[in-house]
């Protein structure tokens, strides 16, 4: 098999003026943990822009340097305590679809607490997979499935979306470590951050095979061959450590997806 050949990668020159307006307002009214988490989010929502395309990655490292200076120059910040996501009615201008919405659960389901959980959503308009901001109301359709309209992280209420319940909303998930490359196996339900001239979003694919090697002092260099659902090409990703998984990976759950952040490589 050929070896891949480095992406000669542009210097990062900084972000837009559309993106520090975003973390200006994020820095003065985000009620989440400022973690890596939280600065991975915010990478993840500037680089799926089409703003950002033919223009280099934004790594989490460099918007969690950009928080600690913001913090240093104004350190008596206070986060607001309102929570965004409690009573927020449906927007007058969401599509109805001939659906009845509704505030009830059907009889017999469970109310689950979501206040610690954090998830991804689908989009219908390109089918790829984004990171939910919140949750703002839900629905029921005459079929009797259930819909909950979303607001996408890094996009405003004009980018909200319908999206069914059941099919195109999941757990978010989480990095995987160099030494958990076994858990990834052939025929993994993935979904993979697919780089293109004109756009760079997240699309469910599948593992198709996978070319062991051994570890040096950078971690894994296992090479993982999968293939697009959307499209059906074929792309071959590593390393490791920008695949990320569902936290009950171990359990080898059918249901479970494996999410791959593979941003440097052709």
């Given at each position: 098999?050929?070896?891949?050949?480095?992406?000669?990668?542009?210097?990062?020159?900084?972000?837009?003026?559309t993106e520090?307006?975003?973390?200006?307002?994020?820095?003065?009214?985000?009620?989440q943990?400022?973690?890596?988490?939280?600065?991975?989010?915010?990478?993840?929502?500037?680089?799926?822009?089409?703003?950002?395309?033919?223009?280099?990655?934004?790594?989490?490292?460099?918007?969690?340097?950009?928080?600690?200076?913001?913090?240093?120059?104004c350190?008596?910040?206070?986060?607001?305590?309102?929570?965004?996501?409690?009573?927020?009615?449906?927007?007058?201008?969401?599509?109805?679809?001939?659906?009845?919405?509704?505030?009830?659960?059907?009889?017999?389901e469970?109310?689950?607490?979501?206040?610690?959980?954090?998830?991804e959503?689908?989009?219908?308009?390109?089918?790829?997979?984004?990171?939910?901001?919140?949750?703002?109301c839900?629905?029921?359709?005459?079929?009797?499935?259930a819909?909950?309209?979303?607001?996408?992280?890094?996009f405003?209420?004009e980018?909200?979306?319908?999206?069914?319940?059941?099919?195109?909303?999941?757990?978010?998930?989480?990095?995987?470590?160099h030494?958990?490359?076994?858990?990834?196996?052939?025929?993994?339900?993935?979904?993979?951050?697919?780089?293109?001239?004109?756009?760079?979003?997240?699309y469910?694919?599948?593992?198709?095979?996978?070319?062991k090697?051994?570890?040096?002092?950078?971690?894994?260099?296992?090479?993982?061959?999968?293939?697009?659902?959307?499209?059906?090409?074929?792309?071959?990703?590593?390393?490791?450590?920008?695949?990320?998984?569902?936290?009950?990976?171990?359990?080898?759950?059918?249901?479970?997806?494996?999410?791959?952040?593979?941003?440097?490589?052709p």
């Amino acid at each position: 098999m050929d070896r891949l050949r480095p992406r000669q990668r542009q210097v990062f020159s900084g972000f837009s003026k559309t993106e520090i307006e975003k973390m200006e307002q994020m820095h003065k009214e985000s009620r989440q943990p400022i973690n890596k988490e939280f600065f991975q989010k915010i990478a993840r929502s500037f680089n799926y822009s089409s703003a950002r395309a033919g223009k280099p990655i934004v790594k989490w490292t460099e918007v969690e340097s950009w928080f600690q200076n913001r913090q240093r120059d104004c350190p008596s910040r206070v986060a607001s305590t309102t929570d965004a996501s409690k009573g927020v009615p449906c927007p007058k201008s969401a599509p109805s679809d001939e659906a009845k919405e509704s505030s009830q659960m059907p009889k017999g389901e469970k109310a689950f607490n979501l206040s610690e959980m954090e998830f991804e959503a689908r989009s219908s308009k390109d089918g790829a997979w984004y990171d939910v901001d919140m949750f703002l109301c839900h629905r029921y359709l005459p079929s009797g499935e259930a819909e909950v309209l979303v607001r996408f992280v890094g996009f405003g209420a004009e980018e909200d979306e319908w999206v069914n319940i059941k099919k195109d909303v999941r757990e978010r998930s989480v990095p995987l470590e160099h030494s958990e490359c076994h858990k990834v196996q052939v025929g993994d339900l993935l979904c993979c951050f697919q780089e293109r001239r004109d756009q760079a979003i997240y699309y469910d694919a599948h593992v198709i095979g996978i070319q062991k090697k051994m570890h040096d002092i950078r971690g894994c260099r296992c090479l993982f061959l999968i293939r697009y659902d959307h499209d059906n090409t074929e792309a071959r990703k590593s390393p490791i450590e920008e695949i990320m998984s569902q936290t009950d990976i171990l359990v080898r759950s059918s249901d479970s997806p494996i999410i791959v952040f593979l941003t440097f490589k052709p």
